[in-house]
């Protein structure tokens, strides 16, 4: 994107997927996240996006195209809160790279409410108490 090109907000399914392809693109280069990531989903990474496309397009245009529970595949990997922050700080440069406006700030917004639960359920799953919220 040059300088004279202006960002604009997030507000159709081809801005979704360019935010999901650019991001994931960054997390499987990434040092902390990738091994993880690619560990995980192997082959599998056109399903994955398409899965992110689905959820991301739920949560941003409220198009209900997601179905499905995000916690339960995160339950029981090797991740803690240095993952989830690489994480959020990746996730937060590839909104503020593409975009800009209300749907882009919600969608940091989002992410980091996501991380948070995420992390929170985590710590509860692991001291033995969370069962259920998986």
Known sequence: MTIMESKKDITTLTDI???????YGKVRENAVLGPIFN?????????HLEKMYTFWQTVLLEERTYEGRPFPP???????KTHFDTWLGIWTATV????????????????NKMAELFLYKLEYF???SGQALV
Not at 74 to 80: G, V
Not at 96 to 111: C, L, M, Q, S, Y
């Open 74 to 80: 995160h339950a029981k990997l090797p991740i803690d």
């Open 17 to 23: 997927q360019l935010l999901v392809n650019s991001f």
């Open 126 to 128: 692991r001291n033995g």
């Open 39 to 47: 560990g995980v989903i192997k082959d599998n990474w056109q399903r």
């Open 96 to 111: 503020d790279e593409n975009f800009t406006g209300p749907v882009a700030d919600e969608a940091k917004w989002r992410g």
